[in-house]
């Protein structure tokens, strides 16, 4: 719900923005417009399931033509409804919509799902009418749908749909694109047994989106694992944005329509037509910690196996089972799924051959042989599990005549709950093993009918588990240099004013090199005779390459020449390259050529590139590079802007990776450099948004060097508006509110907002805060140990910048000179809303040289730049030294003191 500036902040009114989508999804009243008596449709049916399942409020059925409808008073229009509504169902032709929607702003609804079809997916009519309809509603009222289903809310009794019956309450909260796939997805609930918290079709998302969606069942204390049924993103920003922040507490798994979709259109780089949407889409959901299946069985055998055991360390799975050919199966599934079978150290075999039969399989899939006793299964299960090279468990049972199916799952009830080792099962057959399934699954052991599903779920997991582990991992420190960010602007701006959108190599070069990315000394040369002069002056062996503002890829008019080692030869080619592009393009596309000096190709040639999605904006790729990078595709997309940790991500995701590391005798190439490399390219990406695409291609890498040997730079066309130019689907660093300031004793601080680097700075901060610092901080005298632990500093520092902006105060310690934060500071958008919360925490040493004032200082200008109308804080009234500061800027009390805490507010 928007307010105006002139909105006085309380603590009622900051509840309720936070809550805004309670009007939807725990409204006290509901007015069905479209309501009616006629049987199969779909006002009678919605009508039904809200009186027929109570949820504690008045439903209004608004129909003209009809006095009453299933029994319940109707009323002509909903300007006649006599008590206020909080949520409208709209099941009217599409036509009737935008007025309707108009009334109910103006009687102050706040919520409404429209069910009618008949919009955007009828083509520019229908999206007249959602812009019509969004431009009336927004900042007032949040929308679900149209073309929707509705909305579930079991533990309420809620039951705003036209769907057959009500879903079981639960914990899993479900939100569906198809309403038909919704219907399917309650059907099997009822067989399987299956609850929800929520139940939601969402529709074509004309306002509510899943960024809300999923930040409101983050929210939910019912809500214990999110699934979702994804036909398009939406807005990519807001998604992503929602999942990272709720994906740390609670699964988020996800069933995208669309893997076999052809990849995205050729174009003009090789980054450009190596990205393919759906390949990009994993990786934004690797980047957020969200889990993504292929089917509808599986999202669900998911939400079991993640409540019921431990995230797996790792891919590597020991399988437990008494015939060959499953254990098989699974590994097949293992395998292909991107896992590993463990291999079983040493101490593990002697301690099995103790007691299992000479024939056992003395590896893994460790066979115990189709008579093994329940017995055998327990102890060999208990072994495996000690083993330090397991990840996960999975036991495999079918059933022989002298197999015990109950008697084993019994003796296996002690190693339920293995920790950082899932114990997965798979009791094969249909009778005979049913009761022994009931008691693993009783302690819960998840049990699967075959061990190729149970290998596919032990899958998920540690792609799940590594997925989050990417956003708690602290990158390290980047080395102190700073990008010429103006330089590369005006490389870029030059040739936009000429005309051009192909940079030449000579320019690409330019601005790789504005960021600090090392590339090799190239000269241009305009004539014959300058190409020999530049070669004479570089030395023996040169490469000439074509110079040229039209033609992109040089190779393919021949356009390159190695190894020159003589003068003659370097006229020679000159002349070849001349005539090669006259007559494959026109004399006008020769402008000369450049001259290098032969590099040795002693090391890997990597692609370095990045090109835009339509639904994320830049995205970066690094593979296997040279000629034939389109034959092998050994590439992983990864989006801007990344930090060490990421960079390193993305390059364990390829093949030549492993190479990169050192094989056979090599050396490893300088992996930390090349991260940082990584790092500057997906800033120069983030930060120059006029390049449509850009590659490096080779960047050669060996132990002595990283060197950039090519580069290409595409520039938008000169009819894109800024505007009208991709947003980057993840904020970058915000480098505008980095600013120096002095404190009180003359010393020089840079007061700037916090990184995901700066984790290890927080430990020595939060060690010498005194126990009353703590205390007017936090409220209570928080433990050292809980205030320094990994995963509450990862969260602190690794931070969404469209959700919160963090401050930190970092000064040069006097004695070692090294850096030092002093000072952190915090404003906490509540979601949807124009409200955030601040808070400030400074240094004992520091306290008193104006430091906590300059930091709510600069809080209160970001959260104006921010668009923000309001910030308010929580205060003890014990400190008194804060209270005058915030008095002294302006705020004022909010409400009565509660146990001693004062809350102020501010008005921007």
């Keep these: 719900m928007a307010t105006t500036p002139s909105t006085p902040v309380t603590a009622e009114r900051v509840a309720s923005e936070f809550q805004q989508l309670d009007a939807i999804f725990a409204p006290k009243n509901v007015a069905v417009i479209g309501a009616t008596e006629n049987l199969g449709s779909v006002g009678r049916t919605i009508m039904y399931n809200l009186i027929s399942n109570p949820f504690g409020g008045a439903v209004f059925p608004v129909n003209p033509k009809r006095p009453a409808v299933l029994g319940v008073k109707a009323y002509p229009t909903i300007q006649d409804v006599p008590d206020p509504v909080d949520l409208a169902v709209i099941v ?86 198809s309403g038909a796939l919704a219907t399917s997805v309650l059907d099997w609930s009822f067989k399987e047994r299956v609850g929800f918290s929520s139940f939601i079709s969402v529709g074509s998302m004309l306002d509510v989106n899943w960024g809300d969606l999923i930040s409101y069942l983050g929210d939910d204390p019912k809500t214990s694992s999110i699934i979702v049924y994804m036909e398009t993103v939406g807005d990519a920003r807001s998604f992503l944005s929602a999942a990272r922040e709720v994906a740390r507490d609670k699964p988020i798994i996800v069933i995208k329509a669309g893997r076999t979709e052809a990849a995205a259109h050729a174009a003009a780089s090789h980054t450009g037509s190596l990205t393919g949407s759906d390949e990009v889409l994993d990786a934004a959901f690797k980047r957020a910690g969200v889990l993504r299946v292929d089917s509808i069985q599986d999202v669900f055998s998911m939400v079991e196996v993640l409540a019921k055991q431990p995230r797996p360390r790792g891919n590597r799975l020991t399988i437990l089972t008494n015939a060959g050919g499953p254990g098989v199966l699974a590994t097949d599934a293992l395998i292909g799924g991107g896992g590993e079978l463990a291999e079983i150290t040493p101490e593990t075999i002697q301690k099995l051959n103790e007691f299992l039969p000479a024939a056992w399989s003395h590896s893994n899939p460790i066979d115990v042989l189709g008579d093994a006793g329940p017995d055998r299964y327990a102890k060999s299960l208990a072994i495996a599990a000690d083993d330090a090279n397991s990840d996960g468990l999975l036991v495999i049972l079918t059933p022989q005549a002298m197999t015990a199916a109950t008697e084993t799952a019994e003796l ?41 599903a149970a ?414 109308k309001h910030i308010y804080g929580d205060i003890l009234g014990d400190n008194r030294s804060m209270l005058r500061v915030t008095t002294s800027m302006g705020f004022r009390e909010i409400g009565e003191p509660k146990e001693g805490v004062m809350r102020v507010g501010l008005d921007l």
Aim: charged share 25%; with cysteine.
């Design 412 to 452: 296996l009830k002690p190693y339920a709950q293995i920790e950082g080792k899932p114990v997965i099962a798979s009791w094969m057959g249909g009778e005979v093993v049913s009761e022994g399934e009931h008691v693993l699954n009783q302690v819960d052991i998840p049990t699967f009918q075959y061990p190729d």
């Design 455 to 868: 290998a596919r779920m032990f899958n998920y997991m540690w792609q799940y588990a590594d997925n989050l582990r990417a956003i708690y991992e602290t990158p390290s420190l980047p080395p102190e240099t700073t990008a010429d960010v103006r330089a590369a602007e005006q490389i870029i701006q030059q040739v936009r004013a000429s005309g051009r959108t192909i940079l030449t190599e000579t320019e690409s070069k330019q601005v790789l090199a504005a960021y600090g990315i090392p590339t090799i000394p190239t000269f241009v040369a305009t004539s014959e005779d300058a190409a020999a002069q530049s070669a004479n002056s570089v030395g023996y062996p040169v490469v000439i390459k074509l110079h040229s503002e039209t033609i992109t890829h040089k190779t393919d008019v021949g356009g390159v020449k190695l190894n020159l080692q003589t003068e003659e030869a370097v006229r020679d080619a000159y002349r070849a390259i001349q005539a090669s592009v006259t007559e494959k393009y026109s004399a006008a596309d020769f402008l000369g050529v450049s001259v290098q000096p032969m590099i040795k190709q002693d090391g890997y040639e990597i692609i370095l590139g990045a090109s835009p999605d339509p639904q994320f904006g830049p995205v970066l790729l690094f593979g296997m590079g040279g000629i034939l990078v389109e034959v092998f595709k050994d590439r992983a997309l990864g989006l801007p802007p990344l930090n060490t940790t990421l960079a390193r991500r993305m390059m364990e995701q390829t093949k030549i990776y492993t190479a990169l590391k050192g094989i056979r005798g090599r050396k490893s190439v300088d992996m930390p450099a090349l991260e940082q490399l990584m790092v500057r390219f997906s800033q120069l990406v983030a930060e120059q948004k006029w390049i449509k695409e850009i590659d490096i291609n080779p960047l050669l890498c060996s132990a002595e060097r990283i060197l950039a040997l090519d580069a290409r730079v595409l520039l938008y066309d000169q009819d894109v508006t800024e505007d009208q130019l991709p947003r980057l689907a993840i904020r970058p660093y915000p480098t505008q509110y980095v600013k120096p300031w002095t404190m009180k004793n003359g010393a020089d601080v840079t007061i700037r907002p916090i990184r995901p680097e700066d984790e290890p700075l927080m430990t020595p901060f939060h060690e010498r805060l005194s126990e009353r610092t703590v205390q007017l901080r936090y409220f209570y005298p928080m433990r050292l140990s809980q205030r320094i632990e990994h995963e509450r500093l990862s969260r602190i520092t690794f931070i969404d910048y469209d959700r919160e902006m963090a401050l930190v105060a970092e000064a040069r310690d006097e004695r070692s000179g090294d850096p030092q934060i002093i000072a952190a500071a915090r404003l906490i958008k509540l979601y949807g809303g124009e409200d955030a919360e601040f808070t400030v925490l400074v240094s004992d040493a520091y306290q008193g040289q104006g430091l906590g004032s300059e930091m709510l200082r600069q809080l209160i200008d970001i959260g104006r730049a921010e668009g923000l």
């Design 92 to 177: 009217t032709p599409a036509k009737s919509v935008p007025p309707l929607v108009k009334d109910c702003v103006a009687l102050g609804i706040r919520g409404a799902i429209i069910i009618s079809a008949g919009f955007k997916e009828t083509g520019p009519e229908g999206v007249a009418l959602e812009q019509e309809i969004l431009a009336t509603a927004r900042g007032k009222m949040r929308i679900v749908g149209p073309n929707c289903l509705g909305v579930m809310m079991p533990h309420y009794g809620l039951n705003a749909t036209f769907a057959g019956a009500m879903a079981n309450p639960g914990s899993v909260g479900f939100i569906s694109q």
